[in-house]
């Protein structure tokens, strides 16, 4: 049923001690950045060297939305790392936090304009992001492997959705950061399969195939760049 709440909240595919997928820890996110949309709706921008480039409308959309829905899968591990006190969520959620630093200092090279107004947990400027997040903690909430079930989900549905973002680009920067974070996703989805197998449950894949899944759970824990 609660997956049912996930997609009417509108996040359909489209989208960590030491860090536990591998990679190393980025600042704060850079500020805004101004851009210009064209007549076809592509944005002309003015990235951090100071030169005018024309990025696709789809590809900018695509990390706006990476952006938010990396600090969602963050405020949902801190809101329940808070909740539970098992350490892989406070350790993933570190780990986002590099992750949505990534995608907004890719967005400021691009000279895109950073959506996060505000880095409350819970806070996003997209409504759907915001519902989920509701719709996640409610869940998580309800029992610890309910919490590692939400924990396994994010990261299923986060490899889904940077796979389909990664057919719309062919620009190698934009293309590393994308490789990147599906690396440390794929450590994450086999660190909290590892802890539901240890309580004698199961993740059954919710938006990947299952054979996908299963191939990513039974293969080694990943060594991911960015660092």
């Known amino acids: ?6 997609m009417m909240a509108g ?4 989208g960590m001690g030491a860090n536990d997928d591998g990679c190393a820890q980025d600042g704060d996110g850079p500020d805004r950045a101004a851009t210009e949309l ?22 900018a959309t695509d990390l706006a939305y990476l952006r938010e829905e990396e600090k969602l899968a963050r405020d949902v591990y801190d809101f329940l790392g808070a909740k539970w006190g098992l350490p892989i969520f406070g350790n993933i959620a570190s780990s986002q936090r590099t992750h949505t630093a990534r995608v907004a200092t890719r967005m400021a090279e ?16 997209d409504t759907s ?7 996640l903690t409610a869940r998580g909430a309800a029992s610890l492997e309910a919490a590692l079930q939400v924990g396994a989900t994010i990261e299923d549905l986060d490899i889904q959705d940077i796979a389909m973002k990664r057919t719309r680009t062919d620009d190698p920067a934009t293309l590393a950061v994308y490789d990147d974070l599906m690396c440390g996703s794929r450590n994450h989805l086999r660190a909290f399969a590892g802890q539901l197998t240890s309580r004698g449950a199961a993740y059954s894949a919710q938006y990947m195939s299952q054979a996908e899944v299963d191939a990513i759970v039974l293969s080694a824990k990943e060594r991911c760049g960015g660092g």
Request: no cysteine; proline share 5%; charged share 15%.
């Open 11 to 14: 996040l359909v595919a489209t």
């Open 110 to 125: 691009l000279g895109l304009p950073d959506p996060v107004v505000d880095d409350t947990g819970g806070a996003f400027v």
């Open 129 to 135: 992001l915001a519902e989920l997040y509701a719709a």
């Open 1 to 6: 049923m609660w997956l049912r709440v996930l």
């Open 38 to 59: 064209g007549a076809d709706g592509d944005v002309a921008t003015a990235g951090e060297t100071g030169n005018v480039s024309v990025i696709p409308a789809e590809v």
